[in-house]
């Protein structure tokens, strides 16, 4: 299955922006979908991910700010991002089972 990545942009801090990951076809036997992010000269980091039963982890420097879900019935994982901040500032990739998207650019700035 593939996964692709929608949603980014640019935003001032203080902003929102959702993220999208569509599965090219059934996600419900990928167990743990997860976003990662990897900002300039720092190494790729994840920042939340997502279990097939519900499941939900967060890391630290997001958590309150950023809620992932997940509908198998679409194929699709969301990444609602708020409160966004200058550190948010990132490439956005989506992953699961080895299987990365390409990406999308989020950029926080005024």
């Known amino acids: 299955v593939q996964l692709v990545e929608s949603g980014g942009g640019l935003v001032q801090p203080g902003g929102s922006l959702r993220l999208s990951c569509t599965g090219s076809g059934s996600i419900v036997d990928m167990y743990f979908i997860g976003w990662y992010r990897q900002a300039p000269g720092k190494q790729r980091e994840l920042v939340a991910r997502a279990t097939t039963d519900g499941g939900t982890f967060y890391a630290d420097s997001i958590r309150g700010r950023f809620t992932i879900s997940r509908d198998n019935a679409k194929n699709t994982v969301t990444l609602q991002m708020n409160n966004l901040k200058v550190e948010d500032t990132a490439v956005y990739y989506c992953?699961?089972?080895?299987?990365w998207g390409q990406g999308t650019q989020v950029t926080v700035s005024s």
């Open positions: 992953t699961s089972d080895g299987s």
